[in-house]
């Protein structure tokens, strides 16, 4: 039998529907994971393998859940914010506010690193607001970048350390907590390390804008302040009284040596202050003819220029009163003048004394060791030979001698009274005390200090209260400045003898307020004291015998007495800083 053939199919061109790009790309079983990965980056189509057991990367929950997306709509239900990121650094108020919840959390992980830790009782507070979308109200003072909760638990024993122990309030102080051990640290560190004049200087200009805001804001008008001025003649700018001390203890500490950036290369003849509370300058005057100027910082102390006077060996250097200008003297008839303002020095015009001074070396009227301005800058008396007192009128600038003064004996020291009308006073060889009236030009009183043997020197304070006179036996007779020019009170008693030292008196020297006297002689090593004037007692606590004085040569308070410089014999100026008027 013949087998039919086979029926031949009519054949013609296959008809392609077309189909829109990317319509049909999710049903074609041919295509590997890695077209499909693929696609699904340029299309959007969404990337599921056909292997089984592998995750899903579902685009979104909508497309898993209808099947089909059509082309182009793949970013139809995204939000900009999704698509789009600028990094402008948004509030965390901002931040906190994104639709989606893993946005949300993301931001609120980012806002737990960034916010400061703080204690416990605020920190829960913050993040509710935070969380909330609430803007915070800006802090005034600057957060903290970091605070360590576990400060609170931590307890530290001050006793036990040797080194803590200085951190104590009382001796009964044993444990404290973290945060009151940060305090106690930072109390000390700042005890040690001022705030420097810039800071400070800075921090004052700041309160004075804010209280010039504040008052702007204030009903009080000008017209009511101007009466309260003119009704007084006191200064404006006014003045701080000081805080008396007690006769127990000095607090007093060591710093950085004054000369220290410029030491002498000789004995230390002479320190002094500026005059003025507002420039911190300290002149010394060394063995090697130099005489230096420091800025007093109590930090570094900077040189700030060194005077060479090779023709004057300077043993006594002072400013004038006004602070414009430098006296110095030696063992010469000479004395030289330097102008702080014009740098310019200037040797004292010849033949000014006349037959009173002799040029002889050995001669004692050959020396102009011993002078003293009066408490305006206007004259200066200058001790000669044989008793004669020079003075000298030093308010036309050419040094003139416009009178003289008498002593039967040599003088020794000299002193301008403060509590009278401006008297001079002057001790002998022979302990005789000359009060002078300048106007009249003559003696109006004389009296013999007590005990009457070997009176070397003697001073008063700036107030007007005290005199002294140091002997060379290392007493110190301590008088009433009033009594020693009363006309009519005769012989001045003494208030007290200081006996603390038992060599030859060479310094004596009062503080600004007249609550401190040092007395030192340098013809031992460590022979000083520091008296309290009030109860006329020695402070047992300063100096020690570990304190390095050496052989003092030279004393001197600044003129708030925060500072005072010890010159020695090693060529050093010890500087040391009184704490009862610096924290004023």
């Given at each position: 039998m013949v087998k039919n053939p086979r029926k031949r199919q009519k054949t013609g061109k296959i008809q392609h529907k077309p189909v829109p790009l990317g319509a049909d790309l999710r049903n074609d079983a041919s295509k590997d994971d890695e077209e499909r990965r693929l696609e699904n980056l340029l299309f959007g189509v969404p990337y599921a393998p056909d292997k089984a057991g592998k995750e899903i990367m579902v685009v979104s929950d909508e497309e898993a859940e209808d099947g089909q997306h059509e082309v182009g709509r793949e970013f139809e239900n995204l939000l900009d914010s999704d698509l789009f990121f600028v990094d402008d650094n948004a509030e965390l108020s901002v931040l906190s506010q994104a639709p989606q919840d893993h946005v949300q959390s993301d931001a609120e992980d980012d806002e737990e690193l960034i916010i400061p830790e703080v204690p416990e009782s605020d920190e829960d507070e913050e993040i509710s607001i935070i969380r909330q979308g609430i803007p915070q109200q800006p802090k005034k003072n600057k957060a903290p970048a970091w605070i360590d909760t576990d400060d609170v638990n931590v307890q530290v024993s001050l006793a036990s350390n040797n080194r803590l122990r200085k951190l104590r309030d009382a001796p009964s102080d044993d444990t404290v907590g973290g945060r009151e051990y940060e305090r106690r640290l930072r109390r000390q560190f700042e005890s040690i390390n001022p705030t420097p004049d810039w800071a400070s200087i800075a921090r004052k200009k700041s309160e004075r804008a804010k209280?010039?805001?504040?008052?702007?804001?204030?009903?009080?008008?000008?017209?009511?302040?101007?009466?309260?001025?003119?009704?007084?003649?006191?200064?404006?700018?006014?003045?701080?009284?000081?805080?008396?001390?007690?006769?127990?203890?000095?607090?007093?500490?060591?710093?950085?040596?004054?000369?220290?950036?410029?030491?002498?290369?000789?004995?230390?003849?002479?320190?002094?202050?500026?005059?003025?509370?507002?420039?911190?300058?300290?002149?010394?005057?060394?063995?090697?003819?130099?005489?230096?100027?420091?800025?007093?910082?109590?930090?570094?102390?900077?040189?700030?220029?060194?005077?060479?006077?090779?023709?004057?060996?300077?043993?006594?250097?002072?400013?004038?009163?006004?602070?414009?200008?430098?006296?110095?003297?030696?063992?010469?008839?000479?004395?030289?003048?330097?102008?702080?303002?014009?740098?310019?020095?200037?040797?004292?015009?010849?033949?000014?004394?006349?037959?009173?001074?002799?040029?002889?070396?050995?001669?004692?009227?050959?020396?102009?060791?011993?002078?003293?301005?009066?408490?305006?800058?206007?004259?200066?008396?200058?001790?000669?030979?044989?008793?004669?007192?020079?003075?000298?009128?030093?308010?036309?600038?050419?040094?003139?001698?416009?009178?003289?003064?008498?002593?039967?004996?040599?003088?020794?020291?000299?002193?301008?009274?403060?509590?009278?009308?401006?008297?001079?006073?002057?001790?002998?060889?022979?302990?005789?005390?000359?009060?002078?009236?300048?106007?009249?030009?003559?003696?109006?009183?004389?009296?013999?200090?007590?005990?009457?043997?070997?009176?070397?020197?003697?001073?008063?304070?700036?107030?007007?209260?005290?005199?002294?006179?140091?002997s060379n036996t290392g007493l110190v007779n301590v008088y009433n400045a009033e009594s020693t020019i009363d006309l009519e009170g005769g012989k001045p008693k003494t208030l007290k003898t200081i006996g603390n030292l038992t060599t030859s008196i060479s310094t004596l020297r009062f503080n600004h307020d007249s609550q401190l006297l040092a007395i030192a002689s340098n013809d031992k090593k460590d022979q000083m004291r520091m008296v309290h004037c009030p109860s006329l007692t020695a402070f047992g606590n300063w100096p020690t015998s570990s304190t390095p004085l050496g052989h003092v040569t030279s004393v001197d308070f600044s003129r708030e007495s925060k500072y005072l410089a010890i010159g020695n014999t090693r060529g050093r100026v010890l500087l040391y800083q009184l704490r009862h008027f610096s924290q004023q």
């Open positions: 209280r010039r805001r504040s008052s702007a804001s204030e009903s009080e008008s000008v017209e009511d302040v101007v009466p309260e001025l003119l009704a007084s003649t006191a200064g404006i700018l006014g003045t701080t009284l000081s805080r008396p001390i007690l006769p127990s203890t000095l607090s007093i500490e060591r710093l950085r040596d004054a000369n220290q950036a410029a030491p002498a290369d000789g004995e230390i003849k002479t320190v002094a202050f500026h005059p003025s509370p507002h420039i911190p300058v300290l002149l010394t005057a060394s063995a090697d003819r130099r005489l230096r100027l420091f800025h007093i910082d109590g930090l570094t102390n900077p040189h700030a220029q060194t005077l060479h006077v090779p023709s004057l060996p300077i043993t006594d250097a002072v400013f004038h009163p006004s602070g414009t200008s430098i006296l110095m003297t030696g063992p010469r008839p000479f004395y030289y003048t330097y102008d702080l303002q014009s740098g310019a020095s200037h040797r004292s015009p010849r033949g000014l004394w006349g037959t009173t001074f002799s040029s002889g070396r050995g001669d004692q009227g050959a020396s102009m060791e011993i002078s003293s301005f009066n408490p305006t800058g206007e004259i200066l008396a200058v001790a000669g030979r044989r008793g004669q007192v020079h003075l000298v009128d030093w308010r036309s600038g050419a040094a003139q001698v416009v009178g003289e003064l008498k002593a039967n004996a040599n003088v020794k020291s000299l002193w301008w009274s403060k509590a009278g009308a401006g008297e001079l006073l002057g001790l002998t060889e022979d302990s005789q005390v000359y009060v002078w009236n300048i106007g009249q030009r003559k003696c109006v009183k004389r009296w013999q200090d007590e005990g009457g043997f070997g009176s070397r020197l003697f001073g008063g304070d700036g107030q007007g209260k005290y005199l002294t006179v140091g």
